[in-house]
């Protein structure tokens, strides 16, 4: 079995608002190994995106455990947070959140950057992770002059570059058409399979089922493996 | 390294147009306004600084080399027999009304005195000779005069306190800080101007003897003569130049316009770079979420001000330095030093910078969270 890069233990989130307190994550426990592609389902409202949000170490839990790519991560301590995302985690947006002022390859060089990597490495690493996605003959390009899937594909670059163990996805098809959603999930399998990556794919696409080793629902902050 | 700060800042050219125009917009306002000023307070103090004297005696309280008052003439008797001093001149500043061929009756500021050459005064003759000037009524008059005056011509008569005088020459940089035009004429020819020049003068001119010490000197001169100031050139120039700031309200004057210059560009810039950061927050949530820091941000909101300063700076000054010729054509002076525009550079990037402070607060709480949100 392949080790653990993502591990949630007993995780809780409550959101105060005014005199309400709204249990939003009642207590989550769940893993992602190396090579694995999660899909994590549920209806809006269920908590999938807080849970994103948590494993991405952009938000701390109430309480609970979390453990990503080996490292326990320290709710308390907002630079180490920051850290974990840096060096762990690669995230791809349903809106791809590309600078629009950079081409695809310094978005990807850019991001390498912020993790730390610089100059000719950082370029090349860039390059690399763009042909690795089919953009070898689109480095050039702005986001304007790329069409939705290509910009998916730039954004995925961008997650990948830097090695994190992990990548989370948030609704990574909701924005393409069936065909080339359907590519977009392909590459992610592939990628996560060659690269032994921990893929964490929030969605509500059924096709996103095709590409998973494991569906995981989650409703009223529960969760609940899906058939 | 890719410049995230460089490259937002040139995609939206419009926006980057308006802040590099605001900060060129202030850093000319500053520096052709001071540039001004400075050669405007140039003139107040460029006989002073032409003269060879090391010293000069004064009237009691004379405020400035152009307000001059007169005192006895005999004072220099006394200059002269003081221990250190290698040689001492009278010399007569007075405002005296000149005739013109028009009809017309203006104002000039008469310098005179016997020695021209051995005190520097005037320093620069462009026509004619200022030995000339005992041979007779005769001036030289500098070239500034024929804006208030008209042209003239060497050999031409002027009209000086109903006394004929006649133009034998010309000068060049003589010019006081009232525009009133300067001429020199002879010391003895000037006294007869006016009743209370006789036996009277101005001012001493003092040249120390080598090696004798300069503040002994002065202070042996004060003591003789209790009842006149003696200043160091230094001295009699700061106190002139600081009469035109202090007691005519001119330095005031001047700091309001540089602190709205400052203000405008802070402005301009601080709107700019504001608007950017708001519109970028999703791009600035993008940066925190994939690991960056808000000092990240900061240096990305440092960057781009620092790029509007340096070339909101080169706009501005190529543009004063440009306005410079045409500015003298009409005998006004912008003086601009290395050292002040290298202080103007060094503030306009400080003024980008604290510009850009008023950004960091809106940046500072983006919340990383906002790149799940559509």
């Given at each position: 079995?392949?080790?653990?890069?993502?591990?949630?233990?007993?995780?809780?989130?409550?959101?105060?608002?005014?005199?309400?307190?709204?249990?939003?994550?009642?207590?989550?426990?769940?893993?992602?190994?190396?090579?694995?592609?999660?899909?994590?389902?549920?209806?809006?409202?269920?908590?999938?995106?807080?849970?994103?949000?948590?494993?991405?170490?952009?938000?701390?839990?109430?309480?609970?455990?979390?453990?990503?790519?080996?490292?326990?991560?320290?709710?308390?301590?907002?630079?180490?947070?920051?850290?974990?995302?840096?060096?762990?985690?690669?995230?791809?947006?349903?809106?791809?959140?590309?600078f629009p002022a950079l081409t695809a390859l310094e978005n990807v060089e850019y991001s390498?950057?912020?993790?730390?990597?610089?100059?000719?490495?950082?370029?090349?690493?860039?390059?690399?992770?763009?042909?690795?996605?089919?953009l070898g003959d689109r480095l050039h390009f702005l986001p304007r002059d790329l069409s939705g899937g290509q910009k998916q594909r730039v954004a995925i670059a961008r997650a990948l570059a830097g090695a994190p163990p992990v990548v989370l996805a948030d609704e990574p098809t909701a924005n393409?058409?069936?065909?080339?959603?359907?590519?977009?999930?392909?590459?992610?399998?592939?990628l996560a399979k060659d690269e032994g990556k921990g893929l964490l794919v929030v969605t509500h696409d059924p096709k996103v089922r095709r590409i998973a080793d494991r569906v995981v629902g989650i409703r009223d902050g529960r969760l609940a493996e899906a058939a | 390294m890719v410049s995230l700060a460089r490259k937002n800042l040139l995609h939206d050219r419009l926006r980057f147009f308006i802040t590099v125009a605001g900060v060129a917009f202030a850093v000319t306002l500053v520096l052709v306004q001071v540039g001004l000023f400075m050669g405007l307070l140039d003139?107040?103090?460029?006989?002073?600084?032409?003269?060879?004297?090391?010293?000069?005696?004064?009237?009691?309280?004379?405020?400035?080399?152009?307000?001059?008052?007169?005192f006895p003439e005999t004072a220099v008797l006394r200059a002269r027999s003081v221990a250190g001093v290698e040689r001492a001149g009278n010399l007569i500043v007075a405002f005296v009304?000149?005739?013109?061929?028009?009809?017309?009756?203006?104002?000039?500021?008469?310098?005179?005195?016997?020695?021209?050459?051995?005190?520097?005064?005037?320093?620069?003759?462009?026509?004619?000779?200022?030995?000339?000037?005992?041979?007779?009524?005769?001036?030289?008059?500098?070239?500034?005069?024929?804006?208030?005056?008209?042209?003239?011509?060497?050999?031409?008569?002027?009209?000086?306190?109903?006394?004929?005088?006649?133009?034998?020459?010309?000068?060049?940089?003589?010019?006081?800080?009232?525009?009133?035009?300067?001429?020199?004429?002879?010391?003895?020819?000037?006294?007869?101007?006016?009743?209370?020049?006789?036996?009277?003068?101005?001012?001493?001119?003092?040249?120390?003897?080598?090696?004798?010490?300069?503040?002994?000197?002065?202070?042996e001169l004060q003591r003789r003569l209790p009842y006149n100031d003696v200043f160091t050139r230094e001295e009699w120039a700061e106190r002139s130049r600081n009469y035109?700031?202090?007691?005519?309200?001119?330095?005031?004057?001047?700091?309001?316009?540089?602190?709205?210059?400052?203000?405008?560009?802070?402005?301009?810039?601080?709107?700019?770079?504001?608007?950017?950061?708001?519109?970028?927050?999703?791009?600035?949530?993008?940066?925190?979420?994939?690991?960056?820091?808000n000092l990240d941000i900061y240096r990305i909101l440092g960057e781009q001000a620092v790029i509007a300063a340096v070339i909101g700076f080169v706009l501005g000054a190529a543009i004063s330095y440009a306005v410079r010729p045409a500015m003298a054509h009409i005998h006004l002076n912008v003086l601009l030093s290395p050292s002040f525009t290298a202080a103007v550079f060094a503030g306009t990037v400080l003024m980008c910078l604290g510009a850009a402070l008023f950004s960091f607060r809106r940046v500072a709480g983006i919340d990383p969270a906002l790149v799940f949100r559509t």
């Open positions: 079995m392949s080790a653990k890069v993502l591990s949630v233990k007993d995780v809780k989130k409550v959101f105060e608002e005014g005199r309400q307190r709204v249990e939003v994550l009642k207590g989550i426990t769940m893993d992602v190994a190396a090579g694995e592609v999660v899909a994590l389902e549920g209806p809006s409202g269920s908590g999938k995106t807080t849970l994103l949000s948590i494993v991405g170490c952009i938000l701390t839990p109430t309480s609970g455990e979390l453990e990503v790519g080996g490292r326990t991560v320290r709710a308390s301590d907002a630079d180490g947070l920051r850290e974990v995302r840096r060096r762990s985690i690669g995230f791809v947006f349903q809106q791809y959140n590309l390498l950057n912020v993790r730390g990597v610089e100059g000719g490495a950082a370029h090349a690493e860039a390059r690399r992770a763009l042909e690795r996605v089919g393409l058409d069936t065909a080339v959603g359907g590519q977009i999930l392909d590459l992610f399998r592939e | 003139k107040a103090t460029v006989t002073i600084r032409n003269a060879s004297a090391d010293l000069w005696i004064t009237s009691r309280n004379t405020p400035n080399v152009d307000f001059a008052h007169t009304n000149i005739q013109l061929p028009s009809g017309a009756t203006e104002g000039s500021l008469v310098y005179a005195l016997d020695d021209f050459s051995g005190w520097n005064l005037p320093w620069k003759v462009t026509a004619g000779s200022a030995d000339d000037l005992k041979r007779g009524y005769n001036l030289l008059m500098d070239r500034s005069a024929a804006l208030r005056y008209g042209p003239f011509r060497v050999g031409e008569y002027r009209e000086l306190q109903g006394r004929r005088f006649r133009i034998v020459g010309a000068t060049e940089e003589a010019a006081s800080f009232t525009t009133t035009p300067i001429v020199f004429m002879d010391y003895r020819n000037a006294q007869e101007l006016q009743e209370q020049l006789r036996a009277s003068t101005t001012y001493v001119l003092v040249k120390v003897a080598p090696g004798a010490e300069v503040a002994r000197v002065k202070a035109w700031i202090a007691s005519t309200g001119l330095g005031m004057s001047m700091g309001v316009t540089v602190f709205l210059g400052i203000l405008v560009g802070i402005v301009i810039v601080a709107q700019t770079l504001y608007t950017s950061a708001v519109e970028h927050v999703k791009e600035f949530g993008t940066v925190k979420a994939i690991g960056g820091s």
